[in-house]
Antibody, heavy 119, light 110 residues
Framework: EVQLLESGGGLVQPGGSLRLSCEAS????????MTWVRQAPGKGLEWVSTISGGSTSTHYADSVRGRFTISRDNSKGTLYLLMTSLRGEDTAVYYC????????????WGQGTLVTVSS | QSALTQPPSASGTLGQRVSISCSGS????????VNWYQHLPGTAPKLLIF???QRPSGVPDRFSGSKSGTSASLAISGLQSEDEAEYYCAAWDDNLMGVVFGGGTRLTVL
């Protein structure tokens, strides 16, 4: 059974940093690209970033490029999202998801972790 | 403003058939397949349709998808109360080099 468990969310001040983690199990982690998607309060789903299985390729939304860094440790089966220079508009529930055959084809999702950026 | 356009709301009565549209452009729906997600508040989003019209195992055949040119559609037949949720379309965008989601459609079952 595929399981994805996010952690690391919390309250952070504007300009601060936070690192999210996503522990994966139930599939061959290194064979799958992984992605982060977020949902701000009262808003829809927004794609954040995707990383290939071997970390050779990464993609970012314009809204986070230069501030967020996606990475993974295949030996630990864990996906990360380092978020710096955080802004109020980054407040959201952050979901990690497993990428399947297509770049927008996310077949399994975690339950999400809440990030609140506020002073 | 989302690169993919969906109606903000839709509704139907029990047993009825409803359809949700998703409109894009050549760089996303024109060149790439569409995927649909169902999201209930406080839960993980769920893949409903992939590659335009394919259903993952476990998704009832009441759900169907189609795509033509730069438009796509999700149809739900035999509407049930548990179908009340937010629905999103998503696709890769070749110009943005990223994934774009529609703004979401809130389905109400009357």
């Amino acid at each position: 059974e595929v399981q994805l468990l996010e952690s690391g969310g919390g309250l952070v001040q504007p300009g601060g940093s936070l690192r999210l983690s996503c522990e994966a199990s139930g599939f061959t982690f290194s064979n799958s690209a992984m992605t982060w998607v977020r949902q701000a309060p009262g808003k829809g789903l927004e794609w954040v970033s995707t990383i290939s299985g071997g970390s050779t390729s990464t993609h970012y939304a314009d809204s986070v490029r230069g501030r967020f860094t996606i990475s993974r440790d295949n030996s630990k089966g864990t996906l990360y999202l380092l978020m710096t220079s955080l802004r109020g508009e980054d407040t959201a529930v952050y979901y990690c998801a497993k990428v399947s055959a297509g770049m927008a084809h996310f077949d399994f999702w975690g339950q999400g972790t809440l990030v609140t950026v506020s002073s | 403003q989302s690169a993919l356009t969906q109606p903000p709301s839709a509704s139907g009565t029990l047993g009825q058939r409803v359809s949700i549209s998703c409109s894009g452009s050549g760089s996303n729906l024109g060149d790439n397949s569409v995927n649909w997600y169902q999201h209930l508040p406080g839960t993980a989003p769920k893949l409903l349709i992939f590659s335009n019209s394919q259903r993952p195992s476990g998704v009832p055949d009441r759900f169907s998808g189609s795509k033509s040119g730069t438009s796509a559609s999700l149809a739900i037949s035999g509407l049930q109360s548990e179908d009340e949720a937010e629905y999103y379309c998503a696709a890769w965008d070749d110009n943005l080099m990223g994934v774009v989601f529609g703004g979401g459609t809130r389905l109400t079952v009357l």
